[in-house]
C-alpha cells in the first residue's frame, strides 16, 4: 500500500473513533429527562416546617433539605448532576411567601458542586436554564453556598447551608453553580406564593 494510502486511512481510522467517542459523551452528559430517584413519581409530598415569631412577626421557617445522589448514599451509578435523585426540572419545590427557608445541601457525589436559587426571567423559567445560563436568562440570584466537597476527601458526604429569608411570590430555579452542571441537568423549578401554607414538593 502506498505511504498516501497508509496515512489516508490512519487519519480515517482517527476520526471515526473520535465522532464514536463524541457521541458516547454526548450521550451521558446530556441524557433524556430521567429519575434516579426510588421514589417515582411524586404528586405531593410535605416539606418539613415549624412556625415561630420573630420580633413579634409570626414566621414560617422552611427545612428544606437536598442532596446530590452518589455513592455516599448507596447510589454510585446515579447521574452526577442531581438533586434528590432528580435531574432536568423533575422535582417542582412549592414554597409559601414570606417565610424564611433553610436550604442544607448535602453531596454524596464524587463530583463537587454547590447550591445556588436564582430568579430567572419570566420568558426563561420553564425551560430551565439553557447552555451557558447568563445575567441574561437570570434576573437575580437569591443566595448561594460555596463549594461543597466531594464524598472522596475525608471519605465522608460534606454540606453546607444558606438561608433565603422573606421570599418573594415568583418562579425560581434551584441550581448548582458551577459551570456547565445547571446546564447539564442539576437544577429543580421552586415555586413561591401565598397560596402555599403547607411547603411541599413533586415529582414528574
Known amino acids: 500500500m502506498k505511504p498516501i494510502l497508509k496515512a489516508a486511512f490512519a487519519v480515517l481510522a482517527i476520526a471515526i473513533v473520535l465522532i464514536a467517542a463524541i457521541g458516547i459523551v454526548t450521550a451521558e452528559y446530556h441524557p433524556m429527562n430521567t429519575i434516579m430517584s426510588d421514589q417515582g413519581a411524586v404528586s405531593h409530598r410535605d416539606i418539613p416546617y415549624y412556625n415561630t415569631t420573630i420580633n413579634g412577626t409570626h414566621v414560617e421557617v422552611v427545612n428544606l433539605s437536598l442532596a446530590a445522589w452518589g455513592q455516599g448514599n448507596g447510589y454510585p451509578n446515579a447521574y452526577p448532576f442531581n438533586f434528590n435523585g432528580t435531574s432536568y426540572g ?87 453553580g458551577l459551570t456547565t452542571h445547571a446546564e447539564a441537568g442539576m437544577y429543580a423549578f421552586v415555586i413561591v406564593s401565598s397560596s402555599v401554607t403547607t411547603p411541599y414538593y413533586t415529582i414528574k
Open 90 to 176: 423533575a422535582m417542582t419545590i412549592y414554597l409559601p411567601a414570606n417565610a424564611d427557608i433553610h436550604a442544607n445541601m448535602t453531596n454524596y457525589e464524587v463530583k463537587p458542586h454547590t447550591l445556588k436559587f436564582e430568579l430567572p426571567y419570566s420568558s426563561q423559567w420553564s425551560t430551565g436554564p439553557i447552555w451557558a445560563h447568563t445575567s441574561v436568562h437570570v434576573k437575580k440570584v437569591i443566595a448561594s453556598t460555596g463549594t461543597i466537597d466531594p464524598i472522596w476527601y475525608g471519605n465522608v458526604a460534606h454540606y453546607r447551608s444558606i438561608w433565603w429569608n422573606d421570599t418573594a411570590s415568583g418562579h425560581y430555579w434551584v441550581v448548582c
